[in-house]
């Protein structure tokens, strides 16, 4: 079913909105126990309360001042004074009372989704809010207080002119602290909810090998580029820019609600006139803008490919100079940068474009209240108080209206972002809710590693690489895989450790913590000495002593000699020569003690006497293991030769009958 053209942007500003609930719901409200249109009305709720203590407040205080200084009151706020005894004495207290009313029932029957703290989200908005609807206010009351001090100026009344500035001045002096924290709490509300959602992207990021079946760094196999800059910097610019929009959104409904009254009880023909204004203007920007989200998130892409090429430069900056590949690399770091400043020049044209319609649609309109109130000032119809009165207001009205318009690059950047962050969001969390099925290694109780009759095909391929395999390695057995180079022996290490699937057939193998799979080349984390030995085990469980007595069985006395503080962290990876860093994962071997263990050509990079030793460690512990290698010394080590023959095609054979000299 094809959407119709005409019906195209709606389609694509649902499914817009639908990411963006998806993004942005969770935080205040579950995903699978409230709906969109819930979330939706629990923010009208929201105004509804907030208002409703703004007006009891506003009530209140007036009281107060009334009694304490009459005469001020009256004169000053005698406006104020009387539109809340129209409230209160008419129809519209009812009104205002029943949607206080029922934003609070809201809230109160969705106290358990609001579990989780989540309750403390929605009171930081609350607060927000409540101080934009007091700037607000203040706002309003000063349109009526500069109306006031420009009849004084224009009538030459010299008393009347000060008494009002010193209240004109008084009204700024109580909005200042306001807006200041209501910058404290937005910003610290921001980093609640970037806390909190990149918390939940990093825990399925990491769930059921997420971060290994996504497969980042290949960049033509996936299309989740950099989830680096997604889970950083995307994560920031979401939470930061959402929080903006919506308080934008409050802030142009309430600066409409309290200024178009006024506007209107001055100028009629002025309303109408701004509103079919904003509505063309913001009509015409849209449909332009529509451009901008595809070149932004373009560039969101191509800059972080291009971070990525220079973190590669610096990862492996050793083996660059080895190789004197600096000509290739300022090559391949040149064309990702190429592509970033050719987006951004079309950037640049677009951007532009959408300044000039803008900044055209500004200035037009600041003619339309000289254009509409000149005859009727001429005629002394308004005075001159009003008619500033009426082109603050008017001001106040056309910010409020065309908050889209004046916001259209930053809505851009911001779809651009909601994309890339949802796509990396839904696809972790599809990866990370995947269930086993039967192709899938699947965790057995058992004490051995079985293969059955299992083909295995490489990701993206289409050949097996091995076929019809079947093996059994149970507790104290030992086995040699050996075959020429690119023939699968990797490949199959990443079978039996559960990374890979096979096509057909089935791999069975001890739980989580009985296996440990260690490679060529150790990874190395950002940590410790200690932190380095112990992983993946809590590193509470070892004493220093345990820790330097396990570093001397692996033959790594000088560790100990030279970093007596096991807790100095340094860039192991850079430090630690390869023979180091194989010693320091047999360390770890030992550690955490499995029952099994897969070794990856393990000690390539260890003469044959410290190869042996090693070896002769696994031997007294009695543990059984995996190995793959080419050296012929390893046979002796082993029990049993699977020989990988290439073609798919393998065989067993006891090591007393394997021929050496073949390998």
């Known amino acids: 079913m094809t959407t119709s053209p005409r019906l195209a942007p709606f389609e694509g500003l649902r499914r817009q909105l639908a990411k963006l609930r998806h993004l942005a719901q969770p935080f205040f409200l579950p995903l699978d126990q409230a709906s969109g249109v819930q979330f939706i009305w629990l923010l ?18 007036m009281q107060l001042l009334n009694q304490l200084q009459p005469v001020i009151t009256e004169k000053y706020f005698g406006g104020v004074l009387g539109t809340l005894s129209t409230i209160w004495g008419g129809w519209w207290g009812w009104v205002f009372g029943a949607l206080f009313l029922i934003g609070a029932a809201s809230f109160l029957a969705m106290r358990q989704q609001l579990r989780n703290r989540r309750w403390l989200h929605w009171l930081l908005l609350a607060v927000i809010v409540l101080m934009l609807l007091a700037v607000n206010g203040i706002n309003a009351g000063i349109s009526f207080i500069a109306r006031d001090l420009t009849n004084a100026l224009v009538a030459k009344q010299q008393d009347g002119f000060y008494r009002i500035l010193i209240i004109y001045a008084s009204c700024f002096v109580v909005a200042l602290p306001i807006r200041v924290s209501q910058i404290f709490f937005t910003l610290k509300l921001g980093i609640i909810w970037r806390d909190w959602l990149s918390r939940s992207l990093i825990a399925d990021y990491m769930s059921n090998r997420a971060y290994y079946v996504l497969n980042p760094n290949d960049e033509q196999a996936t299309d989740i580029d950099n989830p680096d800059q ?16 919506t308080l934008g959104i409050f802030d142009a409904l309430l600066t409409f609600s309290l200024n178009i009254l006024i506007l209107w009880s001055i100028s009629t023909t002025l309303t109408f006139s701004l509103f079919a204004y904003a ?5 015409v920007l849209v ?12 560039q969101l892409r191509y800059e972080a490919d291009f971070r990525y090429g220079l973190v590669h430069v610096r990862d492996n900056a050793e083996s660059i100079a080895f190789y004197a590949g600096e000509k290739p690399e300022q090559e391949e770091s040149q064309r990702r940068l190429g592509s970033v400043v050719r987006n951004f020049n079309l950037l640049i044209i677009w951007r532009v474009v959408i300044d000039v319609m803008r900044r055209s649609i500004g200035y037009a309109s600041n003619f339309f209240p000289y254009l509409v109130l000149a005859a009727p000032y001429f005629a002394g119809e308004i005075d001159y108080g009003s008619f500033i009165q009426a082109n603050f207001a008017f001001g106040m009205v056309e910010s409020s209206l ?10 851009a950047q911001f779809t651009a972002g909601i994309s890339r962050l949802e796509g990396f969001q839904s696809k972790v969390e599809q990866v990370s809710l995947l269930a086993p099925t039967s192709g899938l290694a699947r965790i057995s109780e058992r004490d051995s590693i079985v293969v059955d009759h299992a083909d295995l095909v490489p990701p993206g391929g289409s050949q097996p690489i091995i076929r019809d395999l079947t093996l059994s390695v149970g507790e104290s057995d030992k086995l040699l895989v050996v075959g020429p180079s690119g023939c699968g022996k990797t490949s199959l290490l990443r079978m039996v450790s559960g990374l890979w699937s096979p096509e057909q057939g089935s791999v069975e193998r001890p739980p989580t913590g009985d296996l440990l799979f260690i490679p060529q080349k150790p990874y190395m984390l950002l940590g410790s000495l200690r932190e380095q030995l112990c992983y993946p085990t809590d590193e509470g469980r070892f004493s220093d002593d345990q820790l330097r007595a396990v570093l001397e069985q692996v033959c790594l006395p000088q560790l100990v000699s030279r970093y007596p503080d096991l807790d100095v962290k340094q860039d192991w990876p850079r430090i630690l020569s390869l023979g180091e860093q194989q010693r320091l994962a047999f360390g770890r071997l030992l550690l955490n003690a ?9 000690t390539s990079a260890l003469d044959v006497k410290t190869e042996q030793h090693l070896y002769e460690l696994l031997l007294d512990r009695d543990l059984a293991f995996i190995s793959v290698g080419h050296r012929p010394t390893l046979v002796s080590f082993h029990d049993t030769v699977l020989e990988l023959i290439g073609n798919g095609d393998w065989r067993m054979i006891p090591t007393a009958s394997y021929d050496v000299t073949r390998s």
């Open 594 to 602: 499995p029952r099994f263990v897969v070794l990856d050509e393990a």
């Open 287 to 298: 449909v332009a803008g529509r451009k901008l989200v595809k070149i932004n998130f373009d």
């Open 402 to 411: 065309f908050f889209v318009v004046n916001q259209i690059e930053e809505l």
């Open 230 to 245: 997604r889970i950083t910097d995307d994560t920031r610019a979401f939470t930061a820019q959402s929080l903006q929009f």
């Open 279 to 283: 509505a063309f203007a913001t009509t």
């Open 44 to 61: 009208v709720s929201l105004l509804f309360c907030v208002g409703g203590i703004v007006l009891l407040l506003l009530t209140g205080l």
